[in-house]
């Protein structure tokens, strides 16, 4: 059900997928033995079961190390009991048993997540330890400066409309519009570079990166790097409902967990208290993915923090990145609970939900979605706007293949494209090598900027997360 085009592959060295799995996915896997390692010390030394049951997914884990190095070939899944081996497996037979270096690089990138998550699932005292957990917990820990200043932000949006009749009745109707319309702008910009931040490329980003990436000055600095902004148009979609009086949901596919998850729950709130949808949908992963993706459990951890931010930023998770806790000031954790208090009501009102679907772990693009999960499609058809966040969604939306970069972004939707009912909006910054809907001859340009991949046949201009695209695409005409 894939398009036709040619996909990715590891073994095409102007790729992104070359270096990725011969250089990412070897230091991916090495702090996951480190983790786990760390974690098996941890465990009390009368805990003999758990102790060897640990070791033996060091071993494991460093023995797929070793097969993806040596370009091996990748092996069946072994049964773990989730329903979703057995595709995996087919789809491994079908491609005739690729090895490492020459795979199709989303299919194996997926596969990689899920055969790491099979040796959790598969053992007896690890099944629910999430083996990034850690590092998604440390990460976000050192965005503290940005998620203190979006916090005073949020709190005086969400203060200010509650106060809207009073502070703006002097003002014309299309003020008010034109000021919503500028703040929505502005919460899905913050979105979408929270998602240049994820842990899986963040071996060549040093903390300090993270922290200028992060800052309004770096927001406004960046507006020039979103290379099409559909975001016009997603407002005029969902003001026109609200001023319809309609009922709107709006879901998001949700991508990384820590800073990125808490500036989506920014958006969602935002979203609520303004009257913009009435509903929001979060969709999670349900296993460890791609290093930093969102699992439930990640959604309660975030909202901890925010009951007892003081604690949180008190205690050495026991990372390099940790630096000497400096107490929060008595305005910054009030700030802090304001949004958990804010947010649980919503959780609690039925207005912010959680909706796992194991879909969302399946290897495939989401061209397969109208017959691998159709109940998935037909939930997405319910919501006004359908926001699918970073990277790999984009890739699976796309189905990773070599598009032309002009190819007019529906098209590269397939069956979620014109017609499937699907408003998506995808927020993105690149970190891949697709690229769709970009006007003729910007391509070209991009590639003779600095380390934009010249005449190399390479399009590393937008394998960095330096570059965004914000693409809508109305399925409901
Ligand atoms: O390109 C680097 C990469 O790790 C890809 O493998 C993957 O598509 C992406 O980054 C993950 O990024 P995101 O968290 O934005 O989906
Ligand atoms: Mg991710």
């Known amino acids: 059900f894939d398009p036709k085009i040619a996909k990715f592959q590891t073994s095409d060295p102007t790729s992104f997928a070359y270096i990725t799995v011969r250089k990412r996915w070897p230091n991916i896997l090495t702090g996951a033995i480190d983790d786990v390692h760390r974690a098996v010390g941890e465990v009390e030394a009368s805990n003999n079961d758990k102790i060897k049951d640990g070791k033996s997914i060091v071993e494991q884990l460093a023995k797929l190390k070793y097969e993806l190095q040596h370009n091996r070939q990748l092996s069946r899944l072994e049964d773990d009991d989730e329903a979703d081996v057995e595709s995996y497996n087919a789809e491994l037979k079908a491609r005739g048993d690729p090895t490492w270096h020459n795979v199709e690089w989303l299919y194996s990138e997926c596969y990689l997540y899920r055969r790491i998550s099979s040796l959790f699932r598969r053992s007896k005292h690890w099944k629910s330890y999430d083996v990034f957990g850690r590092q ?3 990460t976000f820990k050192s965005s503290r400066p940005a998620v203190l ?10 203060e200010q409309t509650r106060q809207k009749s009073t502070i703006v009745s002097s003002n014309e109707p299309t003020e008010i519009e034109e000021a919503e319309k500028v703040l929505f702008m502005e ?11 994820d842990l899986s490329l963040l071996t060549s980003l040093s903390y300090e990166d993270i922290q200028k990436l992060q800052g309004a000055n770096a ?9 099409v902004n559909d975001l016009p148009a997603a407002f005029a979609t969902l003001q026109k409902a609200k001023k319809a009086g309609r009922k709107s949901r709006v879901s998001i596919v949700l991508d990384n967990a820590g800073f ?11 979203l609520l208290t303004g009257g913009l949808a009435s509903e929001v949908i979060l969709h999670p992963k349900s296993i460890p993915w791609f290093v930093s993706d969102v699992v439930p459990k990640d959604f309660v951890d975030l909202l901890n923090v925010m009951a007892d931010p003081q604690a949180f930023y008190a205690t050495d998770i026991g990372t390099s990145s940790d630096t000497t806790p400096m107490p929060l000031m008595e305005e910054e954790v009030g700030n802090l609970r304001f949004l958990f208090d804010n947010w649980s009501n919503l959780h609690r009102e039925g207005k912010l939900l959680l909706r796992p679907s194991r879909f969302w772990t399946h290897p495939g693009s989401f061209w397969r979605m109208p017959h691998t999960a159709p109940e998935v499609l037909e939930d997405l058809k319910e919501s006004e ?6 990277d790999l969604n984009y890739r699976k939306l796309t189905g990773d293949a070599a598009w032309d970069p002009t190819a007019p972004f529906a098209d590269s939707l397939g069956p979620l494209g ?5 408003r998506s909006l995808a927020l993105r910054t690149c970190k891949a090598d697709v690229v769709v ?3 003729p001859g910007r391509d070209e340009e991009l590639r003779h900027t600095e380390g934009g991949g010249g005449d190399s046949g390479a399009r590393k201009w937008a394998w960095s997360g330096k570059w965004a695209l914000v693409q809508l695409c109305d399925g409901k005409i």
């Open 136 to 138: 998604k917990m440390s």
């Open 149 to 158: 200043e979006l916090a005073t932000k949020y709190k005086a949006i969400v």
């Open 187 to 197: 919460m899905c910009e913050i979105c979408l570079w929270g998602n240049a931040t």
């Open 219 to 227: 927001r406004k600095e960046s507006e020039k790097n979103i290379l």
């Open 260 to 270: 990125e998850l808490f500036v989506d729950l920014i958006l969602a709130g935002f």
């Open 385 to 390: 706007l359908v926001i699918f966040k970073g």
């Open 418 to 422: 014109k017609g499937s009912g699907v």
């Open 437 to 439: 809907g970009l006007p």
